[in-house]
T-cell receptor
Framework: SQELEQSPQSLIVQEGKNLTINCTSS?????LYWYKQKYGEGLIFLMM?????EEKSHEKITAKLDEKKQQSSLHITASQPSHAGIYLC???????????FGTGTKLQVIP | ETGVTQSPTHLIKTRGQQVTLRCSSQ?????VSWYQQALGQGPQFIFQ???????GRGNFPPRFSGLQFPNYSSELNVNALELDDSALYLC?????????????FGPGTRLLVL
């Protein structure tokens, strides 16, 4: 079965700093999702990447998919306290829509 | 907000009891997936319903069952509750059941089994 490993597990950054979160898959990635979750709440969809080399941006968040490395990265520029939360990557892992998730990266942004 | 709602928000049950969780999909969405998220873990796929039929299932025992109604709302039923069933239960709706259809998640139901 497919496994997703996220690194780092947790991150504390000063407001205004840039940061990167990585997601590495044990199998070929067909579709990669990034979600954000505030503690105990539902997941907020950030973006979806489908093709190798694809890069998408939303506000100050950019995600890239490296198909050959079976890896995706999420980069936040000039972090703000509103970016704090748990970031989860998820991958399509079945013929139907079953998403396998990583264990998450907990981000804290210190003002 | 995604338009996906879940009820109740919190629930406390005792071992051996049965529980029903409810999910109302985003308007126009015909697929609903259910996930279990234990504390500190990523969500684990339970099953998916597409047009009222179970369309796929994760590694969960039969005491986890579901229903999808003609209006595409859904229920998750768990029988013979165990302590390890304590978790955040999330439902997600999407327009189709194929890969790469974006799933929109509800706020979740937090279940505590004592």
């Amino acid at each position: 079965s497919q496994e997703l490993e996220q690194s780092p597990q947790s991150l504390i950054v000063q407001e205004g700093k840039n940061l990167t979160i990585n997601c590495t898959s044990s199998k070929t990635l067909y579709g990669l999702y990034w979600y954000k979750q505030k503690y105990g709440e539902g997941l907020i969809f950030l973006m979806m990447l489908q093709k190798g080399g694809e890069e998408k941006s939303h506000e100050k968040i950019t995600a890239k998919l490296d198909e050959k490395k079976q890896q995706s990265s999420l980069h936040i520029t000039a972090s703000q306290p509103s970016h704090a939360g748990i970031y989860l990557c998820g991958a399509d892992s079945g013929g139907y829509q079953k998403v396998t998730f990583g264990t998450g990266t907990k981000l804290q942004v210190i003002p | 907000e995604t338009g996906v709602t879940q009820s109740p928000t919190h629930l406390i049950k005792t071992r051996g009891q049965q529980v029903t969780l409810r999910c109302s999909s985003q308007s126009g969405h015909n697929t609903v997936s259910w996930y279990q998220q234990a504390l500190g873990q990523g969500p684990q796929f339970i099953f998916q319903y597409y047009r009222e039929e179970e369309n796929g299932r994760g590694n969960f025992p039969p005491r986890f069952s579901g229903l999808q109604f003609p209006n595409y709302s859904s229920e998750l039923n768990v029988n013979a509750l165990e302590l390890d069933d304590s978790a955040l239960y999330l439902c997600a709706s999407s327009l189709g059941s194929l890969r790469a259809e974006t799933q929109y998640f509800g706020p979740g139901t937090r279940l505590l089994v004592l």
